[in-house]
């Protein structure tokens, strides 16, 4: 299994630009998650998703929109970029069963946006 | 606002037990306390999670007071590639949006 996976590993956006950020995991995990890190900090929700079609807002999700049309994909899209959207940018899953309580987490996103 | 709170950093020597607390005064009857750690900046990875008893697997061991309202990860042979960011997180179950502070940097020296 490869887990989850995401790209692209770095970009650079200028302001007011667009893009997707691609997540994939193999796992047949109900549960996906993005959050982001800024510098020295902690990681924070921006969404999450509890199954196919099904999508919620974490802590911050000003900025950010969301889709899951398959169990395996979860992109997050950011329309109008902004500085303050500089950061790296994780993606997790997990199963659903109430006996597992581990977050799998992908590779991350480094994005940059002057 | 982060539920747990825990030291900047600590170093320990390469080989020895790493012993790392974290302060969870607020935790409700339901919540679990989780650890993770961040290896260069890497996703972050699970490491152990206990909701009253203490916990080990192969990776490390868990140690919660009686009281709930503390705790201490223990690595006990650590080995240069635990030098991380160790994040001490509680939260309600299995699936549960985890909130991530600071974190505790631990630095292995040789």
């Known amino acids: 299994n490869a887990g989850v996976t995401q790209t692209p590993k770095f970009r650079i956006l200028k302001i007011g630009q667009s893009m997707t950020l691609q997540c994939t995991q193999d796992?047949?995990?109900?549960?996906m998650y993005w959050y982001r890190q800024d510098p020295g900090m902690g990681l924070k929700l921006i969404y999450y998703?509890?199954?196919?079609?099904?999508?919620d807002k974490g802590e911050v999700p000003n900025g950010y929109n969301v889709s899951r049309s398959t169990t395996e994909d979860f992109p997050l899209r950011l329309e109008l970029a902004a500085p303050s959207q500089t950061s790296v940018y994780f993606c997790?899953?997990?199963?659903?069963?109430?006996?597992?309580?581990?977050?799998?987490f992908g590779p991350g996103t480094r994005l940059t946006v002057t | 606002d982060a539920k747990t709170t825990q030291p900047t950093s600590m170093d320990c020597a390469e080989g020895r037990a790493a012993n790392l607390p974290c302060n969870h005064s607020t935790i409700s009857g339901n919540e679990y306390v989780y650890w993770y750690r961040q290896i260069h900046s890497q996703g972050p990875q699970y490491i152990i999670h206990?909701?009253?008893n203490n916990e080990t697997n192969e990776m490390a061991s868990l140690i919660i007071t009686e009281d709930r309202k503390s705790s201490t990860l223990i690595l006990p042979h650590a080995t240069l590639r635990d030098t991380a960011v160790y994040y001490c997180i509680v939260s309600p179950g299995a699936n549960s949006k985890l909130t991530f502070g600071k974190g505790i940097t631990l630095s292995v020296r040789p």
């Open positions: 997790a899953s997990s199963y659903e069963l109430t006996s597992s309580y581990e977050q799998y």
């Open positions: 998703s509890v199954g196919a079609g099904i999508t």
């Open positions: 796992m047949n995990h109900n549960y």
């Open positions: 206990g909701l009253k």
